[in-house]
């Protein structure tokens, strides 16, 4: 055995008394100050307040948009009806049998005899004598075919006749009592007289 063990051997045991004074024991730690739990509360209740107010200001604006949506979509729909209603007045002031009733309300007519300007060098071709009388095609439209589009268009020169409304228009009587112009084609197309 060695030396140091020796000294461990022979040393005398602690006393009781001096054992227990001798004890470590853990020191109380300083109280923390705790947070109240108040501000937790508050905190917590204006979180959800502002996460209710988030969601309802989103909620507000979701739907005024579909709003305005539905109002654009309204008004898309009527401006797309009037553009309709506008290309059928033109397609309506643009057909033939108005342009023909306009012409005719005029005094324009039909020549049996055509002419015709040669834009090369400026010749006149055919007859080159003025139309004489009445046109032999009723323009107003009586025996055409009816177009809806101008039923209730009034005519260039006449703001009170329609192509429904205007009279006919008689033909001019020569001397000889014979009208100058065949009768206006009233049902399908003139056949010739034959003996």
Known sequence: MSATANVR?????????????????????????RRPRLMYGIVAVLGAVAIGAAQMTLSIMTTQSSYELSALTKEHRTLTYEKQMLYDDVAGLSSPQYLAANAAALGMVIDESPNYLRLSDGAL????????GGSSVDAIGRGAVANALITDTPLVTDPDATIE??????????PD??????????DGLPTPSTH
């Open 9 to 33: 051997a022979t040393a005398p045991a602690p006393r009781r008394e001096e054992a227990a004074g001798r004890r470590l024991r853990a020191i109380d730690a300083p109280a923390r100050r």
């Open 125 to 132: 071709l055919g007859a080159g004598d003025p139309s004489l």
């Open 165 to 174: 409304g205007a009279p006919a228009e008689t033909p001019e009587v020569g």
């Open 177 to 186: 009592g014979v009208a100058n112009t065949p009768p206006p084609i009233t």
